[in-house]
C-alpha cells in the first residue's frame, strides 16, 4: 500500500483543482494485492484504498501542503462500512470521498466506491487532526487554519448518533476491558 500511496501523493498533485467542500473521484482497479481468497476486494482493504481518496481531496483541495506547514496531520478515529456487491479482481472502480460534515471535533467524510453509475460499497469516516508536537486541533481552529467553513456542510442526524454511540472513553479516561475471563 506504500507504493500505492506514494503514487497517489504525486498523481493528485497534477490533478484538477477542489474546493474543500467538493467531491474528490479517482478511478482505480482492484489489484491483486487488494483482494481475497474468494477474489474480491477483502473487507479490510477498503479502508486502505479510502485513505488515498482523503488524500487526494486534501491534496488538491490545497490543504494537505498547509497541514504539513502547520505541522497538523489527520487520523482516523471511527470508520463504519457497508457493502452492497463485491469489487472483483481485475475490475475498475471510482472511489468518490466528500465532507459530509463537522462537530467541535471531528470531520466527518463519506466515500463510496462506484461502478457504472451504482454505489458498491459506502463508508463514513470520523477524521482528527493533530499536532506533530502533541495535542488536539478543534474544527474551530481547523476552519481558522486551513480557511475552510465548517458551516458550508451539516452533519447528517444519523451520523452525529453514529459518532456518539461508538464512541470510546477519552485516553485520559480507564477503558477496562471488562468482557470477563
Do not use: C, K
Request: charged share 25%; net charge positive; proline share 3%.
Amino acid at each position: 500500500m506504500i507504493f500505492r500511496t506514494l503514487y497517489w501523493l504525486i498523481r493528485s498533485r497534477r490533478g484538477g483543482r477542489l474546493g474543500a467542500h467538493d467531491v474528490g473521484r479517482i478511478r482505480m482497479r482492484a489489484r491483486l494485492t487488494d483482494i481475497d481468497t474468494l477474489g474480491h476486494i477483502n473487507n479490510g482493504n477498503y479502508l486502505g484504498l479510502m485513505d488515498l481518496g482523503r488524500v487526494d481531496l486534501l491534496i488538491r483541495a490545497g490543504l494537505w501542503r498547509r497541514m504539513m506547514r502547520l505541522r497538523v496531520y489527520p487520523v482516523v478515529a471511527s470508520s463504519t462500512m457497508t457493502y452492497r456487491r463485491s469489487i472483483d479482481r481485475g475490475q475498475a472502480f471510482t472511489l468518490e470521498t466528500r465532507i459530509a460534515g463537522y462537530d467541535e471535533r471531528a470531520v466527518y467524510l463519506e466515500q463510496q466506491f462506484v461502478v457504472d453509475g451504482e454505489v458498491w460499497a459506502r463508508g463514513v469516516v470520523r477524521g482528527r487532526f493533530l499536532r506533530r508536537g502533541g495535542g488536539t486541533v478543534s474544527t474551530a481552529e481547523l476552519a481558522e487554519l486551513l480557511g475552510v467553513d465548517p458551516g458550508e456542510r451539516v452533519l447528517p442526524e444519523w451520523v452525529a448518533r453514529w459518532a456518539a454511540d461508538v464512541a470510546l472513553p477519552s485516553t485520559r479516561q480507564p477503558a477496562p476491558a471488562d468482557w470477563g475471563a
